[in-house]
């Protein structure tokens, strides 16, 4: 039994590893470093990463990667609006961080980065598929924070802990007493 799973897990093609970025969650209108990992999956390393960028995310400025030559295309008010990084190597097993400032939209969304990955023998794995997809965009949910607890909800906490706090003391002086009698 143990031979015939190992045969199927050797048989079983490659699972290809996809592009994240990082945050997953983040607020809207933050000003925002984001991480865009990518994986070399193939046997052969990656020389060439390029990256759209979400149109409602306002990118400002692209890493400079030890290695690496950066290029950036702007929008017409200055924005970045893709960048290529290449020049560099991703050797097989191993991962890169390309990282990108950004402001976030105001509002919440979805942003959805997609992304063409280019190895050393000219093929590519375009990441700009929807979730589930083989090969799925990396996806950003741009989202409020939760709400933390108001004014009112902290000073009620308060008065709880204090009220309690005393019906301990008036515990502790009456078995105080009790036990002197």
Partial sequence: MRRL????????????????????ETAPGA??????????????PT???????????RVREVEARAGWRA?????????????VWEGGSIPFG?????????RNPDSETDLSWMTIQTYQDGSEVHWIG?????????????????ASPGLGERVLSVTALLLALA???????????????
Avoid at 47 to 57: G, H, I, S, Y
């Fill in 5 to 24: 799973a190992f045969a199927a897990l050797m048989c079983a093609g490659p699972v290809l590893a996809h592009v994240n970025v990082s945050p997953v």
């Fill in 47 to 57: 020389t060439r990463v390029e990256v759209q960028f979400p149109d409602a995310l």
């Fill in 71 to 83: 290029s950036a295309t702007r929008k017409p008010k200055g924005d970045v609006a893709s960048a």
């Fill in 130 to 146: 929807a979730p589930g997809a083989q090969f799925p965009a990396a996806l950003t949910r741009v989202r409020a924070p939760a």
């Fill in 94 to 102: 191993q991962f890169a961080e390309f990282g990108v400032i950004a």
């Fill in 167 to 181: 019906a301990l003391l008036v515990a502790g002086l009456a078995w105080r007493r009790a036990a002197k009698r």
């Fill in 31 to 44: 000003f925002q470093r984001y991480s865009v990992v990518v994986p070399a999956e193939k046997p052969i």
